[in-house]
């Protein structure tokens, strides 16, 4: 069972920049996809980026495409998410999660806020 640690969140001007980690204990990370998830208040959560087992592709909810770039350390069973020209709108708790090719995504950690004052 994957445990999932998400760090590196916190209060940040628009046209800033973050970087999330997300850290993975438990076997196999470097064979499944990991993404990035966000939930604002009162909303659902919402995919953000994804990227496959080996790092070779990746994929971006069209909100953050061109300002957000997810990358792994396989080595390091971590997931990043660089987060640069954030917006108020990004405001969210983020969460990443490990894709189980039967079950979906899973894995949830408690997440790390994300707050874009303007």
């Known amino acids: 069972q994957v445990q999932l640690v998400e760090s590196g969140g916190g209060l940040v001007q628009a046209g800033g920049s973050l970087t999330l980690t997300c850290a993975a204990t438990?076997?196999?990370?470097?064979?499944?996809?990991m993404g990035w998830f966000r939930q604002a208040p009162g909303k659902e959560r919402w995919f953000v980026a994804a990227?496959?087992?080996?790092?070779?592709?990746?994929y971006y909810t069209d909100s953050v495409e061109g300002r957000f770039t997810i990358s792994r350390d396989n080595a390091k069973n971590t997931v990043y998410l660089q987060m640069n020209s954030l917006k108020p709108e990004d405001t969210a708790v983020y969460y990443c999660?490990?894709?189980?090719?039967?079950?979906?995504?899973?894995?949830w950690g408690q997440g790390t806020q994300v707050t874009v004052s303007s």
């Open positions: 999660a490990q894709e189980n090719r039967v079950t979906g995504w899973g894995g």
């Open positions: 438990g076997r196999g990370f470097s064979n499944y996809a």
């Open positions: 990227i496959t087992s080996g790092g070779s592709n990746t």
